[in-house]
T-cell receptor, first 114, second 115 residues
Framework: AQSVTQLDSHVSVSEGTPVLLRCNYS??????LFWYVQHPNKGLQLLLK??????LVKGINGFEAEFKKSETSFHLTKPSAHMSDAAEYFC????????????FGKGTKLSVKP | DAGVIQSPRHEVTEMGQEVTLRCKPI?????LFWYRQTMMRGLELLIY????????DSGMPEDRFSAKMPNASFSTLKIQPSEPRDSAVYFC?????????????FGEGSRLTVL
């Protein structure tokens, strides 16, 4: 069975410090993995995606994620948080070639303190 | 392109009333998705269409929910009769053909409150 677990429901960091949002997945197939961001009262926006090419994926706004098959992880990182990064982040796993086969994690709310 | 357009952005209605949510996908996208987001259950896929044809509606909660896509540029999600537990934010998303798991483009959502 396919599943995705975001290990933290809420992460708080200070502006200028690193961000780490953790995601573990379970998939019987070779998955595609995504991170989406949702700002308040907005729809979700794609940050980055992994589709079996390079294991280190760079996304928008300075975010990146590393696919680690041995650890079944796809953690999202950013070296230096900005106030505008405060939002909810969703890890998503996709498999089987169908865009309907997407499972969203429960989300991690990132707070950034001045 | 204006992106995925949803209407209304906010709807407050009374239990038992019919609710119709509308979505205009991005031009050229051939897949359309309806999601529901609540605090308790997170994001749930309700139904998705490919080339205007419903592919998977297993997420539709019950017969009170129905969705249509009469053409490539318009879809509706209808709830009749509505109940307080239907209160949620409903998102429409579209995507174009692509490799495994193409990017989804989301609308800004329709926030439904059923009293």
């Amino acid at each position: 069975a396919q599943s995705v677990t975001q290990l933290d429901s809420h992460v708080s960091v200070s502006e200028g410090t690193p961000v780490l949002l953790r995601c573990n997945y379970s998939s019987s197939y070779s998955p595609s993995l995504f991170w989406y961001v949702q700002h308040p009262n907005k729809g979700l926006q794609l940050l980055l995606k992994y589709t079996s090419a390079a294991t280190l994926v760079k996304g928008i706004n300075g975010f990146e994620a590393e696919f680690k098959k041995s650890e079944t992880s796809f953690h999202l990182t950013k070296p230096s948080a900005h106030m505008s990064d405060a939002a909810e982040y969703f890890c998503v796993v996709s498999w089987g070639g169908s865009q309907g086969n997407l499972i969203f994690g429960k989300g991690t709310k990132l707070s950034v303190k001045p | 392109d204006a992106g995925v357009i949803q209407s209304p952005r906010h709807e407050v209605t009374e239990m038992g009333q019919e609710v119709t949510l509308r979505c205009k996908p991005i031009s050229g996208h051939n897949s359309l998705f309806w999601y529901r987001q609540t605090m308790m259950r997170g994001l749930e896929l309700l139904i998705y269409f490919n080339n205007n044809v419903p592919i998977d509606d297993s997420g539709m909660p019950e017969d009170r929910f129905s969705a249509k896509m009469p053409n490539a540029s318009f879809s509706t999600l209808k709830i009749q009769p509505s109940e307080p537990r239907d209160s949620a934010v409903y998102f429409c998303a579209s995507s174009s053909p692509g490799p495994l798991g193409g990017e989804l483009f989301f609308g800004e959502g329709s926030r439904l409150t059923v009293l």
